[in-house]
């Protein structure tokens, strides 16, 4: 069974920056695994910020930005605000199936 | 506006059924395939299924694969997840999300989400 991991939790202070990562258990995370990211805020539905590794749509806030880093999926944040402070969660495509990674819980302090 | 509405949920008994709708409006949803995925309470997202734009490839978690079953029918911009054999670990919020076709981007918005909990 595959997993994708993520780390639990971060702490980051406003106006820094933070990466958070994605890890296969299959190995390297590359571009065909297509990673998504999401945003979510308790009580709401997740929102989608980065498509394709890299791609941001036209809501996802520029400080918001998706690469590979060392084998792994990253969503790095520049600048963050207050509002950042959610659980984010990446998407990892293998194949006909889609695995979510457990989440990090983001905080703003 | 681009809207997804599921319903379909409640109270489902172990080894039980319940059958999930998730309505489309706002864009042409014979172009996008569409996944649901579920959230336990206090948990992290699982996806559960997919099916392509015109119903004819579908795929599944592990976790659910033999017990539910994922549809859908462009006429009325519906998809539907038939869950079977109800477990305990099946209870969750259900999302229904959309996927362009040629893309892999998954897109916003996802519905506001249906509750399922599975209890004798």
């Known amino acids: 069974q595959t997993v994708v991991t993520q780390e639990p939790s971060l702490t980051v202070s406003p106006g820094g920056t933070v990466t958070l990562t994605c890890a296969s258990s299959?190995?390297?995370?590359?571009?065909?695994?297509?990673p998504n990211w999401f945003q979510q805020k308790p009580g709401q539905a997740p929102r989608a910020l980065i498509y394709s590794t890299s791609n941001k749509h036209s809501w996802t806030p520029a400080r918001f930005s998706g690469s590979l880093l060392g084998g792994k999926a990253a969503l790095t944040l520049s600048g963050v605000q207050p509002e950042d402070e959610a659980e984010y969660y990446c998407?990892?495509?293998?194949?006909?199936?889609?695995?979510f990674g457990g989440g990090t819980k983001l905080t703003v302090l | 506006e681009v809207q997804l509405v599921e319903s379909g949920g409640g109270l489902g008994q172990p080894g039980g059924s319940l059958r999930l709708s998730c309505a489309a409006s706002?864009?042409?949803?014979?172009?996008?395939?569409m996944h649901w995925v579920r959230q336990a309470p206090g948990k992290g997202l699982v996806w559960v299924s997919r099916i392509n734009s015109d119903g004819s490839s579908t795929s599944y978690a592990d976790s659910v694969k033999g017990r539910f079953t994922i549809s859908r029918d462009n006429a009325k911009n519906t998809v539907y997840l038939q869950m079977n054999s109800l477990r305990g670990e099946d209870t969750a919020v259900y999302y229904c999300?959309?996927?362009?076709?040629?893309?892999?981007?998954?897109?916003?918005?996802w519905g506001q989400g249906t509750l399922v909990t599975v209890s004798s």
């Open positions: 299959t190995g390297a995370v590359t571009s065909v695994y297509y």
């Open positions: 998407l990892i495509y293998y194949g006909g199936v889609w695995v």
């Open positions: 999300a959309r996927v362009p076709v040629g893309s892999w981007a998954w897109s916003d918005p």
């Open positions: 706002g864009f042409t949803f014979s172009s996008y395939w």
